[in-house]
């Protein structure tokens, strides 16, 4: 959004309407569809950039030469001249005729009769631009009046001949219909009547007060794989580990009015298309398990990636209600793990890094194939599961625990063979130190530094004892000191059992949240999807911008239960002014004397509440803390008797600033 400035008549010269705004720059503006921001929200940006640019020159040049008018008349050079006062009436009395055809145009009953009108009033690359928009099946005179007051607002203080042209286009847009009010122009659509905000502001106020335990939101977690093994022949090779779905909330299984939650899950390009396979759920209390455990490339498809979509909704005989459709992250379709060394740069993908997110499998060929799933108990014991699996986060230890190395790792991105990691369960929260090691058949590879891969086998050694590794043994795992390797290895090389081989894989977690009131009602209403995902939150300036995934000019966000003005960008990003302190804490006087964190939510127009798991941070306000104590303002706030630490803060920074 360009900023808008004012100005006095004496500061600029005068200038036409075609040269403060190109016609053809507005319209170009007008005419990218709303059905569609995301793909035209560059074009529209670069071109309102370029109308402000136009303002910014006149700013900037004052009496200097002014571009060409559209009109084909030169724009005078200086005001002060008798020469150029003749030209600029003349300048002038074209655009009131021309604005007058314009009016006559929007007042038409059918679009045609505007379109004719405009294209005979309008310079000659205009038509174009104005016929595209007039083509739209939503076009309504009152958008484009709306448009012309909205552009035009900026110069309503230049010189009186074009502050007279610019006040025959307000008129034309009061004629021409509503206007769309500021708060939501920035979106494009029309904004919320007042009672409608007032219960969207309650509806929120009321989420925000209440703890997070009972807000009743409603989660869909979906984990799976990163890489998948494709299939050839008549073959089935299963996604290992299946993707799995877990449903948390009350809302998924009070809902008596719209029935049992329902889920589908399809691989095809489009969620509408190609095949839905059931996820069968598994409740316990107030959550829901379920696996796609039948699902394998064929080797007809040729992927390389592609994304999984699960369909959820409720269903009742004819009754129910569509929750949407939610996509996972992608998954990378290859032949058959390599056995050759990855490159960290040319195929980073395959390798693991620091942190993620992995889980741990052992396939025995002697026992038909049964896949057990390492996982952590309640009380801390290593133990394997057949039925589903739990994941975990791998990080490396920074220091090598007593043992001196020759370079640190702590900057290091990969994960490397025979590194020291910590393993999280990210179910039970246990965590367990070890050292990955590389497996070189049934034999370990005490001197390897190279990246761990997807999907290759390792061994987990103690970290204490490293001739000891984790091994499947009578429904169990448990360390078991590992055989001694022939003469010719290297020291520190053993044979272990096929029963301690483990495929490691990294796996992707979405993480959906939402609170719809109609949902816990059991009414119906539109779909939840797409719910809008927010990965960072960065502080530019004057403005807070939100990057993630899935946003919408339906969005708005919210500091606590404060509307801001929201301005959306493209589907990755959006950014708001935050609302002032005053608004936060009404009881504060409009100082911030204490850091002050807020939450941070996404609010859709029909009252659907998107939990970011984000918060924002007020920061002490030092300067007017200090206007207000020299001024000795008797409400101004006393640091010393609310914040120690605040007053502590304000003495430092008092120093250098007077």
């Known amino acids: 959004m360009s900023a808008k400035r004012s100005a006095s008549n004496d500061d600029f010269s005068q200038a036409s309407l075609s040269d403060l705004f190109p016609t053809s720059t507005i319209f170009d503006a007008l005419s990218q569809p709303y059905s569609q921001p995301s793909a035209k929200a560059a074009k529209v940006s670069q071109n309102l950039d370029r109308g402000q640019y136009a303002v910014d020159q006149v700013m900037q040049q004052g009496y200097a030469t002014l571009p060409t008018s559209q009109s084909g008349i030169m724009a005078p050079s200086f005001v002060g001249n008798a020469e150029g006062q003749q030209q600029l009436a003349q300048l002038s009395q074209q655009e009131q005729q021309r604005m007058q055809l314009t009016q006559a145009s929007l007042s038409s009953q059918t679009v045609s009769q505007a379109q004719s009108m405009l294209e005979s009033s309008m310079p000659s690359d205009i038509p174009s631009s104005i016929a595209d928009f007039l083509e739209f099946d939503t076009f309504q005179p009152g958008d484009l009046a709306a448009s012309f007051a909205d552009t035009t607002s900026q110069a309503m203080s230049m010189a009186h001949p074009v502050s007279d042209t610019l006040q025959s286009i307000t008129s034309v847009a009061e004629s021409a219909g509503p206007v769309v009010s500021q708060s939501m122009a920035h979106n494009g659509m029309q904004g919320a009547s007042a009672p409608e905000e007032d219960a969207l502001v309650q509806r929120v106020t009321n989420y925000i007060s209440t703890p997070p335990s009972e807000r009743g939101d409603m989660r869909l977690v979906l984990l799976h794989p990163r890489v998948v093994q494709k299939s050839y022949g008549s073959e089935k090779r299963f996604f290992c580990p299946p ?100 490159s960290t740069k040319t195929n980073p993908d395959m390798c693991m890094e620091d942190g993620c997110e992995i889980v741990l499998f052992n396939r025995m060929r002697t026992s038909a194939a049964t896949t057990r799933y390492l996982r952590f108990t309640e009380e801390g014991f290593l133990s394997h599961s057949a039925e589903g699996w739990n994941s975990f986060r791998m990080k490396l230890v920074s220091d090598q625990a007593g043992h001196p190395v020759a370079h640190s790792i702590r900057r290091q991105r990969f994960v490397n063979y025979n590194n020291q990691v910590d393993l999280t369960c990210l179910q039970t929260n246990v965590t367990m130190r070890c050292i990955i090691v590389k497996l070189d058949k049934n034999i370990t590879d005490p001197t390897s530094t190279d990246p761990v891969s997807q999907l290759q086998k390792i061994a987990l050694a103690r970290m ?68 809008p995902l927010v990965d960072m939150v960065k502080t530019l300036g004057k403005f807070v911008e939100l990057y993630g995934e899935h946003f919408s000019t339906m969005l708005t966000v919210y500091f606590n239960n404060v509307p801001a003005e929201t301005f959306y960008r493209c589907e990755e990003l959006l950014f708001c002014t935050p609302p002032s302190y005053e608004k936060i804490d009404p009881q504060s006087n409009g100082v911030c004397n204490a850091p002050k964190e807020v939450e941070l939510t996404l609010v859709r127009d029909d009252g659907v509440i998107y939990n970011t798991g984000k918060t924002y941070t007020y920061d002490v306000d030092h300067l007017m803390m200090l206007q207000l104590f020299a001024n000795g303002n008797p409400g101004a706030p006393l640091p010393s008797a609310t914040n120690p630490q605040a007053a502590s803060s304000l003495m430092s920074g008092a120093s250098g600033t007077l």
Not at 487 to 493: F, I, L, N
């Open 243 to 342: 993707p799995a779905m877990v449903l948390r909330g009350k809302g998924w299984f009070q809902n008596v009015a719209l029935g049992d939650v329902q889920m589908y899950v399809n691989m095809h390009m489009d969620p509408d298309k190609g095949e839905h396979q059931q996820v069968h759920l598994e409740t316990f209390g107030e959550e829901a398990r379920g696996t796609a455990r039948s699902l394998y490339i064929p080797d007809s498809d040729k992927r390389k990636s592609f994304c999984l979509h699960i369909k959820t909704f409720f269903a009742k005989g004819e009754a129910g209600r569509d929750v949407g459709t939610f996509a996972s992250k992608p998954l990378r379709v290859i032949s058959k793990p390599s056995k050759k060394k990855q």
């Open 464 to 531: 204490e004892q490293p001739d000891q590794f984790a091994t499947f043994k009578d429904n169990a795992v448990t360390f078991i000191k590992g055989k001694k390797a022939p003469d010719d290895r290297p020291a520190g090389t053993f044979k272990v059992p096929e029963a301690a081989f483990w495929t490691i894989c990294t796996c992707a977690r979405s993480e959906y949240c939402f609170s719809d009131p109609r949902i816990i009602n059991g009414l119906p209403g539109d779909p939840v999807t797409p719910v």
